[in-house]
């Protein structure tokens, strides 16, 4: 959603200014805020009028796992002050491409059937990074409906080897 995006870049570029030295920490913290303010139920408690700003964030700091760095609580008090708790998946998405932008990488998703070794998955790292000409930080999770093979996602590029898109390929072709 643009609007959305166009909210959550000045928070993003201005999170990325202060935390220059370290940014692999503040995308640590960053994503688990985002994990918890993606709960439908905390985005209702936070849009509550009878709810104060103190309370949202004592809510975030009791639910994050890790303990909150100075930064990480002025940045959500900042955030929950300007009433943009829903709009932080969306600041974390866009730190994240900000730091990948600086560092030359980018964040690829590998959707499989089944378990990867660490062996193999390094194999694949190389393989995948000369495929999209760039250093890749790969995640893998596990689709169990692609039958065998994997799906590979950087960015809006689609590399999609399953055996599921095979059987939709041979459905298409027959069926045309």
Do not use: C
């Amino acid at each position: 959603m643009a609007e959305l995006a166009t909210i959550a870049r000045p928070y993003a570029e201005a999170l990325f200014q202060a935390a220059k030295a370290d940014t692999a920490t503040a995308a640590g913290w960053l994503d688990e805020l985002a994990a918890i303010a993606a709960n439908e139920q905390l985005r209702q408690y936070a849009d509550n009028p009878k709810v104060t700003a103190q309370q949202v964030l004592e809510l975030f700091v009791g639910v994050a796992k890790q303990s909150l760095p100075d930064m990480a609580r002025n940045f959500l008090q900042t955030v929950i002050d300007n009433g943009r708790v829903a709009v932080l998946p969306e600041i974390a998405s866009q730190f994240h491409a900000l730091k990948n932008a600086q560092a030359g990488t980018a964040d690829a998703v590998v959707y499989s059937a089944f378990e990867i070794d660490s062996a193999a998955l390094a194999d694949l790292a190389q393989v995948l990074e000369k495929r999209f000409a760039r250093p890749l930080n790969l995640s893998v999770q596990l689709q169990p409906d692609l039958i065998g093979g994997i799906r590979v996602v950087v960015g809006d590029e689609v590399l999609d080897t399953s055996v599921k898109a095979r059987l939709e390929q041979m459905k298409v072709a027959l069926s045309a």
